[in-house]
């Protein structure tokens, strides 16, 4: 290496700085704005948290809802408390305080859990899976969809959500003097976009892997949506058909989640739009509300447990 060549890397070198904090410039700095926006994402939290929590709850102390479903789901909750939980309250914190600086582990924790939203696509499909052999084949369900198998998918999904992000983590970036991150989280496209390295090969691992892991899971879903929907159209019965309730639960939940994603991680012009902050507000709050509601509110069971397990407070309290 000539002189010249090591001046300029010494000069670039130079110009790198060891990040220790980071800034979220967040949403806007319009007043009003902030209000309307603090106010949603709080509500939205506090019922998402207590939703999420109250379902993990309900499925793991009534013997009712030990179903692979209500195993799966449970596995959602936990992502959705995970992710929302890293994210908003500290937002919502820097709305309060003014304070829009973050430490650097911050976002990385923020980064990582964003990253293992991947899982969550896994695990629906799973869940399309589980909800295809109950109504397809569902003489077969009981041997089919046992706790072994039900584990193998949970332990392969998680491991598969791993080791898609795995590639992204292991890039080291370099930051220059700039540290300022147009966004309200850490999220993958606007790190890149503040670092001073050659961030090409990221970008395009980064929306392959997003697209390759959105496309086959809605691919491998909509397929099992195909049967299901072909075998109820089939059946006569009025309580049969009503199993369809659950179909198009799922399909809502799946509509939302995968529609901000793609618009986000797959789109390749959608980390310059600023319309991307909004998409992600929304597939932060409203998707992780409708997950313990969607499954519950139209879920009979699920309802008469809730509603056992209140009496079971209120009567102990009252016998004390």
């Known amino acids: 290496m000539g002189l010249k060549e090591k001046l300029k890397r010494e000069r670039e070198m130079n110009n790198y700085t060891v990040v220790t904090e980071l800034v979220l410039l967040g949403l806007s ?30 499925t793991l102390v009534d013997c009712h809802l030990q179903t692979p479903m209500y195993f799966f789901l449970r596995n959602v909750s936990f992502l959705e408390i995970s992710f ?28 990582f859990f964003i990253f293992m939203r991947v899982t969550e696509f896994y695990i629906l499909t799973a869940m399309s899976y589980d909800l295809y052999v109950a109504i397809c084949k569902p003489l077969h369900y ?6 072994k198998l039900c584990s193998l998918l949970v ?33 993958y496209f606007p ?23 959105l496309l086959f899971t809605l691919a491998l879903m909509i397929l099992s949506y195909m049967c299901v929907i ?45 319309l991307t902050k909004g998409v992600a507000i929304a597939n932060t709050s409203v998707a992780a509300v409708q997950n313990p509601f969607i499954y519950s509110l139209r879920n009979q069971e699920v309802k008469q447990v809730f509603k056992n397990f209140l009496q079971n407070i209120v009567f102990s309290t009252n016998w004390e």
């Open 191 to 213: 790190l890149l976009q503040l670092s001073c390295s050659n961030t090409w090969l990221l970008e395009v691992t980064g929306f392959y892997l997003a697209l390759v892991s």
């Open 155 to 187: 332990l392969c999904v998680w491991l598969r959500g791993f080791l898609t992000i795995f590639p992204l983590l292991m890039f080291l970036l370099a930051y220059c003097a700039s540290q300022v991150i147009d966004h309200f989280a850490c999220d």
């Open 230 to 274: 072909r075998t109820i159209l089939r059946i006569l019965s009025s309580s049969e058909r009503k199993k369809f309730s659950t179909c198009s639960s799922h399909m809502t939940v799946i509509s939302t989640s995968y529609g901000s994603c793609i618009f986000m991680y797959a789109n390749p012009c959608a980390k310059e739009a600023s």
């Open 84 to 111: 929302t939980t890293v994210c908003i309250p500290r937002f919502l914190g820097t709305i309060i305080t003014r304070d829009k600086t973050i430490s650097y582990n911050n976002c990385a924790a923020q980064l």
């Open 29 to 58: 700095d319009d007043p009003d704005l902030q209000i309307v926006t603090f106010l949603f994402l709080f509500i939205t939290y506090v019922v998402s948290f207590t939703g999420n929590l109250t379902l993990t709850t309900l």
């Open 142 to 147: 009981t041997s089919t969809m046992n706790r």
